[in-house]
């Protein structure tokens, strides 16, 4: 009786968890089968798979490419520089400036930590107008462009995202112990030696929680390059070409969602290599933010 | 380290530093004469580097310490400071003077300030906006809660079920938006047309569209609340569960008396991420309907931007109609609701937790 029970809520929850999958994972078919068909079969049958094919697809793929308002390589380039750029960066100055804040008990760094740990509430909407009249300000004045310009945007990102990191790079230096420096120290280590060659080495774990929550945030945002970019500018990012590109084809629905599935797909790989890492860093991200 | 050395390394950093002096001094000369040159960036950069560089070769064994401090600290100091800290100072000055993006010609005081709480449609944004974040809070974290319950159960496949929820989590909200502008748009009204005869879209009314960003929400982020769920449900004992069981405590009673109380902090990040994260929400706002919907009657004007949640009704007055001044007092006011609601979430959270 006990057993049989359990074999039944066993195929229930298994039902269960099957029809969600489904429903999460529909709008991605969706996706697929319509980015496989002309205009005209969306509107007249958007679900089924009548009239998709392969040829139409790259056909669709082909258009979306080529199109002088999305230009993806052109995009998904930029993306990957600035984006991988902004990482490198972050980790590297988070983590030195992380563990200056750590091992200083002064004055200084606890009002530099707590500034940093107040700031994460501001919202991006209250700096971006100020932030562009001073980036495009001080880009005239000094001759170099801070706007349309990759520099620019990754300083942005280096400021918009130091907090986290060195709050999240925080808490993992302090657990370790500080005789592991001393003792560097004493081997005769410089102050930047045993950071580089003690300490670095060990952040290895939650550089890559902070450098995985950066990612996925600097490459799917929308607002901060949107207005340091410009729509129709040289340099954009994925997610401004597909504005810009939805903004100049209204209805196209078989091109937008092929550009839609341009945009997905580099993601979606990623995951399936990185499933692991990606979910625990996002999780460690949470817990510790 | 010999005496040659550190006089080779002294004479080197000296070099080094007075060049840098130079290039920099002679770049923003350059700045502050207003010539055109393009060499005065580079200039500046250059000599910026040499000035680290020189700074970090000093051979003196006592500030040596003090300044790889400066040196470790200034790049993120320094780009944390002109993105954040100076905009935001200047940005609230900015509410009070008649600033057009360029340039400002009076301070006006409280005047923005008192236009925003004359103006109908961003009142409507207020309220819209906390609507949206109390039925979002509460849909994503019952929803993710229950996924949570679903995938700590010993089932076959669990890791791919896990995954698939997250899945959409890692879709930004503008390709989300418009992917799900197309499902409501065609395949939800073709079965709507075909099932009570109804030919508009979900996204035409207000009423539906504000459900239809709720459901694209919950979509996108319920699997990513629950994989932290998960993980408070995994720091619960099995044996404090097996001792529940012996002693007869039913599966609901275990639910109620055990895990939710033992998971109270996973709670409160929970929540304070789905509060924070829902109250900025722009993307999906901006592909799915940006903003549009017809409100009849609200404080005895008619409305157009039924759906328009406040970070978006910040965008649009700012960049759209241009109204830079207005749209940052707007957006001060944001800040001012968001820090309030986090700090009163974050006191009962607490309060709660200890209370269980």
């Known amino acids: 009786m006990h057993t049989k029970e359990k074999t039944s809520s066993v195929v229930i929850k298994l039902v269960i968890a099957i029809v969600i999958a489904i429903y999460v994972l529909f709008p991605f078919f969706l996706v697929v089968i319509n980015s496989m068909k002309p205009t ?10 009548n009239d998709a094919s392969f040829g139409q697809l790259i056909q669709n793929l082909n258009d979306v490419i080529n199109n002088t308002h999305f230009m993806f390589w052109h995009a998904f380039g930029y993306s990957v520089i600035i984006t991988v750029v902004s990482l490198v960066l972050l980790a590297v100055f988070g983590a030195m400036a992380a563990w200056v804040i750590c091992r200083n008990k002064t004055k200084w760094s606890t009002v530099i930590y707590f500034t ?14 100020p932030l562009i009249s001073t980036f495009r300000d001080t880009g005239k004045f000094i001759g170099i462009p801070l706007l349309q ?24 230096i302090k657990g370790i112990p500080y005789e592991l420096e001393e003792a560097a120290s004493i081997d005769g280590c410089r102050p930047e030696q045993t950071f580089f060659r003690v300490i670095f080495p060990l ?40 504005q810009a590109f939805v903004g100049s084809y209204v209805k196209q629905w078989n091109l937008i969602l092929a550009a839609a599935l341009l945009a997905i797909v580099p993601i979606v790989i990623l995951f399936l290599i990185a499933q692991k890492q990606i979910m625990n860093g996002m999780i460690e991200g949470a817990v510790k933010g | ?56 070769i000093l051979p003196t064994m006592r500030y040596h310490r003090a300044i790889i401090n400066i040196i470790f600290l ?37 005047e923005n300030y008192a236009k925003i709480f004359s103006q ?52 930004g909200g503008i390709v989300l938006g418009y992917i799900w502008q197309f499902i409501f748009s065609n395949v939800v009204t073709k079965m709507t047309t075909a099932l009570f005869d109804s030919r508009y879209s979900m996204l035409s009314e207000t009423k539906t569209a504000f459900i239809g960003i709720i459901i694209v929400y919950v979509w996108q982020y319920a699997g990513y609340i629950m994989l932290i769920y998960i993980t408070g449900l995994n720091t619960v004992p099995g044996d404090v569960i097996e001792a529940a069981a012996i002693d007869g405590a039913s599966p609901m009673q275990t639910l109620f008396n055990i895990k939710i109380p033992m998971i109270a902090p996973t709670i409160t990040i929970c929540t304070f991420l789905t509060l924070t994260s829902a109250f900025k929400q722009f993307d999906v706002n901006l592909a ?11 404080m005895g004007s008619y409305l157009t931007n039924g759906t328009e949640m406040l970070a978006l009704n910040i965008y649009s007055t700012a960049v759209i109609e241009n109204k830079y001044a207005f749209g940052e007092s707007k957006a001060v006011l944001f800040f001012i609701i968001l820090a309030v609601v986090s700090i009163i979430q974050v006191r009962v959270s607490n309060k709660k937790e200890v209370e269980l």
């Open chain 1, 40 to 49: 005209e079969a969306i509107t007249s049958n958007p679900i089924g798979l």
């Open chain 1, 116 to 129: 940093f740990i107040a700031s994460m509430i501001i919202p991006f909407q209250v700096v971006m107008l």
């Open chain 1, 149 to 172: 310009s990759v520099p620019g945007i990754v300083f942005a990102y280096l400021g918009f995202g130091g907090a986290m990191t060195v709050f999240i790079l925080n808490g993992f």
């Open chain 1, 203 to 242: 952040l290895t774990p939650v550089i890559t929680t902070v450098t995985i929550l950066n990612g996925m945030w600097i490459w799917n945002d929308y607002l901060l390059p949107s207005m340091m970019l410009g729509q129709n500018g040289l340099v954009k990012t994925l997610p401004v070409a597909v």
């Open chain 2, 1 to 56: 380290m010999g005496n040659e050395n550190v006089g080779a390394r002294r004479i080197c950093s000296i070099l080094m530093l007075a060049i840098g002096i130079v290039l920099a001094v002679r770049g923003l000369m350059l700045d502050l004469s207003g010539s055109g040159s393009e060499a005065r960036g580079p200039m500046l950069i250059i000599g910026m580097v040499l000035l680290y560089f020189g700074l970090y």
């Open chain 2, 74 to 110: 200034f790049p993120l100091l320094f780009a944390f400071l002109v993105t954040v800290i100076i905009p935001l100072v200047l940005g609230i000055g900015y509410s009070f003077t008649d600033w057009d993006g360029i340039r400002v010609r009076n301070v006006v005081g409280f």
């Open chain 2, 120 to 171: 109908p449609s961003f009142i409507w944004s207020i309220v819209i906006t906390f609507l949206f974040v109390v039925v979002n809070m509460i849909m994503v974290n019952l929803v993710a809660f229950l996924l949570a319950l679903l995938c700590t159960s010993k089932l076959k496949g669990m890791g791919f079920f896990r995954a698939s929820y997250f899945l959409p989590n890692l879709i």
């Open chain 2, 288 to 298: 799915l309907t940006n903003g549009t919907g017809s409100v009849a009657d609200f």
